[in-house]
């Protein structure tokens, strides 16, 4: 895709101790694109996740945000940037609606306490509020359960939920984290098909251990491993790249095709 990134980090490195989890690791997330980002364990696929999403504090590296360069983000500022992330587990809160749980990620970007000042809300701003996680919940394929209890939930809906959770805050770039861990191959390509209809609305950037299913949602792919970017381009591309295949499994054509889908 062409035109300005929306994200685009260069030269980011990040230690602990003596450790250098990231060496000089770049990506580029353009508008309306999903980006995959796999590796084998321990790769630092969650470590980039976390410099963007102001987990962890970088020792080098820049990221610019439409084209600007920017500070490296802290956590509290995600939203005010058009950002949301999801985590790997859905942690919703037991005694409220899912439609409310989601207003509670609408409500991330007040200065405010949602269980304290929901019920000083405006008639208006409820309702506005409501809409919106309403509609977020749709974008998930999770409309008809407003109105259940966490605990009624499966955990695929939860898994949507906690998405919509995500959406409602309207972002440009959403970063997903494991979004299919756990879940089965039907629900795997209901959310497949879900996250290519949000890239309509923003660019999502995705790290996942599913290679299948990152091969049917991604419009390019980042290769992670040992810190590096070792390689990068559409998933066709990097699945035949040597490097790659050596990462994941050695030199094995065989163990290539099963687990990065060769044909």
């Given at each position: 895709m062409k035109g300005t990134p929306l994200l685009s980090i260069s030269?980011?490195?990040?230690?602990?101790?003596?450790?250098?989890?990231?060496?000089?690791?770049?990506?580029?997330?353009?508008?309306?694109?999903?980006?995959?980002?796999?590796?084998?364990?321990?790769?630092?696929?969650?470590?980039?996740?976390?410099?963007?999403?102001?987990?962890?504090?970088?020792?080098?590296?820049?990221?610019?945000?439409?084209d600007k360069n920017i500070s490296w983000?802290?956590?509290?500022?995600?939203?005010?940037?058009?950002?949301?992330?999801?985590?790997q587990g859905v942690s919703l809160f037991s005694g409220l609606t899912v439609v409310e749980n989601v207003m509670m990620g609408a409500d991330q970007h007040r200065k405010s306490n949602?269980?304290?000042?929901?019920?000083?809300?405006?008639?208006?701003?409820?309702?506005?509020l409501k809409e919106r996680a309403m509609q977020a919940l749709a974008w998930a394929g999770a409309h008809s359960l407003a109105d259940k209890f966490p605990n009624q939930l499966t955990y695929p809906d939860s898994k949507r939920v906690a998405l919509a959770r995500a959406l409602v805050l309207e972002p440009t770039l959403l970063l997903l984290d494991e979004p299919a861990a756990g879940l089965g191959q039907d629900d795997i390509d209901k959310l497949a098909a879900i996250i290519r209809q949000i890239k309509r609305k923003c660019a999502v950037l995705v790290v996942e251990h599913h290679v299948e299913f990152v091969s049917q949602i991604s419009d390019k792919v980042y290769v992670l491993n040992f810190g590096k970017v070792i390689a990068h381009g559409t998933f066709d591309q990097v699945k035949k790249d040597p490097g790659v295949m050596a990462a994941y499994l050695g030199t094995s054509t065989q163990s290539q095709t099963s687990v990065l889908g060769g044909n």
């Open positions: 030269n980011l490195s990040v230690n602990f101790g003596g450790l250098k989890a990231l060496s000089d690791v770049f990506i580029e997330v353009n508008p309306q694109e999903v980006v995959g980002l796999i590796g084998p364990n321990g790769a630092g696929k969650t470590t980039l996740f976390n410099a963007i999403s102001g987990l962890v504090k970088p020792a080098s590296g820049t990221i610019s945000l439409h983000p802290e956590p509290h500022r995600l939203a005010s940037l058009s950002i949301a992330r999801t985590l949602f269980f304290r000042d929901i019920s000083g809300f405006s008639t208006r701003d409820e309702a506005q």
